[in-house]
């Protein structure tokens, strides 16, 4: 990613571990990333991602998803498999969780 001239991001889903900072890339939309508030109640922030994605505005998608027991599908999972591809991927322990970091580029 650090290679590209285009390095767009957005993480989508949850809220940024560091990856703008980490990058040095600066957020290209209000909703960078999802706040801790159910998407029933605020879903701006979600459906504004997802036409991120579906806009294809960034060249990169972070998206990070439970790989324990209590795993949950990733919202609009095949609208992001529509434009992006899987690059890489990193698992990681929280607070006795697992969780699994993916990095997707625009196909």
Do not use: C
């Amino acid at each position: 990613m650090n290679k590209s001239k285009d390095r767009t991001l957005l993480n989508y889903g949850s809220l940024d571990a560091g990856f703008y900072l980490a990058t040095e890339t600066l957020p290209v939309d209000k909703y960078f990333q999802k706040v801790n508030i159910d998407d029933e109640v605020y879903p701006l922030n979600i459906e504004s991602q997802k036409r991120v994605i579906e806009e294809e505005k960034v060249q990169y998608v972070i998206t990070r998803e439970r790989v324990d027991k209590k795993a949950k599908q990733i919202p609009y999972l095949s609208t992001i498999s529509q434009h992006y591809r899987i690059i890489a991927s990193k698992d990681q322990d929280y607070e006795e969780k697992k969780f699994r970091y993916v990095l997707w580029e625009r196909k």
